[in-house]
């Protein structure tokens, strides 16, 4: 499986939301995007409604969890 160490669209620190992964330069939880995709909204909707994200931030977030699903898949 992928580390999101590896993922450069986020970071953790602990004394930034709980340690949570949150989008780079904000305090948006990386779940919250999940989440929201889940309930039905769109990426733009996400974006219009997180200001500090960004489309490439949400893009490099899914290429990443698409990429370590094929590496669970292969493995």
Known sequence: MNSWERC???????????????????R???RALFENLEDGAT???FIEWFPGVTRKQ???VLEFTAASLDLQISA
């Open 43 to 45: 990426i733009d909707e």
């Open 58 to 60: 949400v893009e490099a």
């Open 8 to 26: 450069i669209a986020v970071e953790r620190d602990p004394a930034k939301v709980g340690g949570v992964w949150v989008f780079t330069n904000t």
């Open 28 to 30: 948006v939880p990386v």
